[in-house]
């Protein structure tokens, strides 16, 4: 329900930017509220991510620009991934890797 809820606003927003009723800082304040919330990436959950794009830990590492032993740790616990690696993986879960590539 709270994904139609922010996709009827955007787009709402978005219609009344069109007509000039909204100004440009606002819709983008507005898209910002609607973002999806981070989740917490486990690590089996980060391997699953990872196996459903069918890359190795050395490709998976390059999309989301970490090292290789960066995912390594990831992936057996030691690590977790925090801020902009969370929401890549959001996109990458939601949309598949032509979301970020």
Not at 16 to 34: F, N, P, Q, S
Not at 55 to 66: D, E, G, I, M
Not at 70 to 96: A, C, H, M, N, Y
Request: aromatic residues 4%; hydrophobic residues 40%.
């Amino acid at each position: 329900m709270k994904k139609s809820v922010a996709k009827s606003l955007t787009s709402i927003i978005d219609d009344l930017h069109k007509d000039g009723a909204v100004d440009e800082i606002t819709m983008r304040e507005i898209h910002t509220l609607c973002l999806p919330d981070i989740k917490e990436y486990s690590a089996a959950r980060i391997i699953e991510l990872r196996k459903n794009t069918h890359l190795s830990q050395a490709a998976f590492a390059a999309v989301v620009n970490v090292s290789p032993s960066t995912v390594q740790k990831w992936e057996r616990g030691v690590k977790k991934p925090t801020g902009s690696s969370q929401r890549l993986f959001d996109i990458i879960e939601r949309k598949g890797l032509e979301g970020i590539l």
